[in-house]
C-alpha cells in the first residue's frame, strides 16, 4: 500500500504512545488493536519491513484521506489569503507607481521651464524648491506581502528613472540659475553693441549663456578661497585613451579619429546610410554602441554557462538597451558625453531583470559578470573621450561604422524591414504546431518585429532564433 508523504504526519500522530507486544510482534493493528488475519492484512510501519509497527489497511485509508483533506483545505486557504494579499497590494503598487510617475513628469516640465528664458529665474528657483518637497513627499516603497514576489522590475525601474530626472532637473536650474547670477552683475557695455547689432531698446548689457573658463581655470579659482587641489600635469591624452588607442605617453596629442568626418559618410553611404541624416545616424550608431559595448567580449562567456541567457534574451535585452542608447546618444547632444552613463546605469545594472519579460540577471548568472561590466564601462567611456576630442558627429560616425561591419541587418538598422519581411516569409512556410501561441496571428508578429521586438517575449524570440529565421 502506498502512503503518501503528505500523510506521514497524521499517521504518526496516531500511533500508540506505548505499543503492545502484540503490536510489535504482527498480530495486532497498532491503531485499531484488531487481530491480523485472512480478512485483515499487516501492512508495516517501519522502521523496516519486518520489525516495528504495522496498521491495517482500513485504519490506514481513513488516515490517508483525513491527511488529504486538511491538506486540501489548508492549500485553498492559503491561495485564498494569498488573493486576499495580492488585492490589498495591487492598489498599493498602482499608487506608488503613480506618484513616482507624477514626481518624474514634473522634473522633466521643470527642465523645460528652466530652458525656457521667458521665465524668470525666481521662478525657476521656487519651481525646483517645490519639486524637491514633492520627491521628499514620495514615502518608501510599500513592502509587499509575503505571498508576492519581492522582486518588483518596475518599481525598481520607476524609482531609476525618478531619480534620472531629478538629477536632469537640478542640473537644468542650476546651470540657469548660475548664469542668472553672472549675467546681473555684468556691467555695462555699450560700446559692444554696434558689433552685437544690438535692438535700439539695448541695455549695454551682453548676457551670457555659455562661457568655457579652459581646464585650468577652476583650481586658480578655488586657490583665491584658500582650497588647494593638486592639478594635474597636462598630458597629450589621458593614460586611459592612450592605452587603448596603443599611443606612448610621450607621443603628441592627436585626435582618436582624425580623417573619420571626411571618410566615413562615403563608407556608410556605401551601405546605404546617409550620414547627414541625423536620426538614421543616431539609430545606427545606437546599435554599434550596444554591439561594441555590451554584445561582444565577455556576454558570450556569459551566454555559453548554464546560468546564461538564451538567444531569446539576449535578443530583447539588445533591442531595450538600443532604445537606451539611442536616447543617451541623443541627450549627449545637448548635454554631452556624461549622458552616456544612463545606458551605462542599465546596461551594466546586475540586479536588472532583462526585457521581454526574462526573469533573467546577470548576478545570478555565472561566468566572467565583473569583466562585462567593466568592458560595458570601457567601451562607453572611449566612446565620450571620442566625443569629447572631436566631437558628437564624430563619436556617432565610429559607433555608426561598427554597426555596419557587426550587425547590418539588427534592429534599428536601415535593412532591419527587409531583415524582418524574409523572417515572415519563412516563418510562414514553418510548422508553427510547437511554436508559442503568440505566433498564431502572423500580423501581429510583423509588426511587433517592426517596431518593437522585445513586445513579443524572449521566448518566442528564442523560437524563432532556434529555427535559424534571425540569421
Same mark, same amino acid.
Given at each position: ?318 533591442? #531595450? +538597451?538600443?532604445?537606451?542608447?539611442? @536616447?543617451? /546618444?541623443? %541627450?549627449?547632444?545637448?548635454? $554631452?558625453?556624461?549622458? =552616456? &552613463? ?98 498564431? #496571428? +502572423?500580423?501581429?508578429?510583423?509588426? @511587433?518585429? /517592426?517596431? %518593437?521586438?522585445?513586445?513579443? $517575449?524572449?521566448?518566442? =524570440? &528564442? ?9
Amino acid at each position: 500500500m502506498h502512503i503518501p508523504a503528505y500523510a506521514y504526519d497524521t499517521i504518526r500522530a496516531a500511533l500508540p504512545s506505548v505499543p503492545t507486544s502484540r503490536h510489535v510482534g504482527h498480530l495486532d493493528c497498532c491503531l485499531c488493536d484488531k487481530p491480523f488475519g485472512k480478512e485483515l492484512a499487516a501492512i508495516p510501519l517501519g522502521p523496516t519491513p519486518t520489525s516495528g509497527l504495522f496498521g491495517c489497511r482500513p485504519c490506514l485509508t481513513g488516515l490517508i484521506t483525513r491527511a488529504r483533506h486538511a491538506r486540501d483545505t489548508a492549500l485553498a486557504r492559503s491561495a485564498e489569503q494569498a488573493r486576499a494579499e495580492s488585492a490589498a497590494w495591487l492598489p498599493l503598487r498602482e499608487a506608488h507607481l503613480a506618484r513616482l510617475e507624477a514626481v518624474r513628469e514634473a522634473a522633466e516640465a521643470v527642465v523645460g521651464v528652466a530652458r525656457d528664458e521667458k521665465t524668470e529665474a525666481l521662478q525657476v528657483a521656487w519651481l525646483l524648491i517645490s519639486l524637491e518637497s514633492a520627491c521628499t513627499w514620495v514615502p518608501e516603497t510599500p513592502e509587499p506581502p509575503a505571498s508576492v514576489d519581492r522582486e518588483d522590475p518596475e518599481l525598481k525601474d520607476a524609482a531609476f528613472r525618478l531619480n534620472l530626472s531629478m538629477i536632469a532637473a537640478r542640473e537644468a536650474v542650476a546651470e540657469r540659475l548660475a548664469y542668472h547670477l553672472v549675467n546681473e552683475a555684468q556691467s555695462e557695455e555699450p560700446e559692444m553693441c554696434e558689433e552685437f547689432e544690438c535692438p535700439e531698446d539695448c541695455t549695454g548689457r551682453h548676457d551670457s549663456s555659455h562661457i568655457d573658463c579652459g581646464p585650468d581655470a577652476i583650481y586658480e579659482d578655488l586657490a583665491r578661497h584658500g582650497i588647494t587641489v593638486e592639478q594635474p600635469d597636462p598630458g597629450p591624452l589621458s593614460p586611459r585613451l592612450t592605452a587603448l588607442l596603443g599611443k606612448g605617453e610621450t607621443e603628441e596629442k592627436h585626435p582618436p579619429f582624425p580623417d573619420i568626418e571626411e571618410q566615413a559618410p562615403s563608407v556608410l553611404a556605401h551601405f546605404g546610410v546617409d550620414a547627414n541624416d541625423t536620426d538614421v545616424l543616431v539609430s545606427t550608431a545606437a546599435v554599434g554602441l550596444v554591439v561594441d559595448a555590451w554584445r561582444e567580449g565577455p556576454l558570450d562567456e556569459i551566454h555559453s554557462t548554464d546560468t546564461g541567457p538564451s538567444d531569446g534574451e539576449i535578443f530583447a535585452q539588445s533591442v #531595450d +538597451l538600443y532604445r537606451r542608447a539611442r @536616447a543617451a /546618444l541623443v %541627450a549627449a547632444r545637448e548635454n $554631452g558625453p556624461e549622458a =552616456l &552613463h544612463a545606458f551605462v546605469a542599465v546596461a551594466s545594472d546586475v540586479d536588472l531583470p532583462w526585457a521581454g519579460n526574462s526573469p533573467f540577471t546577470l548576478r545570478a548568472a555565472s561566468g566572467p559578470v565583473t569583466e562585462f561590466v567593466q568592458h560595458i564601462d570601457n567601451r562607453v567611456w572611449f566612446t565620450a573621450e571620442v566625443m569629447r576630442e572631436q566631437g558628437w558627429r564624430a563619436a556617432l560616425l565610429h559607433r555608426a561604422l561598427s554597426a555596419l561591419a557587426k550587425a547590418p541587418t539588427h534592429f534599428g538598422m536601415p535593412e532591419w524591414p527587409a531583415t524582418v519581411a524574409s523572417v515572415m516569409a519563412r516563418l510562414a512556410e514553418l510548422d508553427r504546431s510547437d511554436a508559442p501561441k503568440a505566433l498564431a #496571428d +502572423l500580423a501581429a508578429v510583423e509588426s @511587433a518585429l /517592426l517596431e %518593437a521586438p522585445d513586445r513579443l $517575449g524572449a521566448d518566442v =524570440l &528564442h523560437w524563432i532564433s532556434l529555427q535559424a529565421l534571425l540569421d
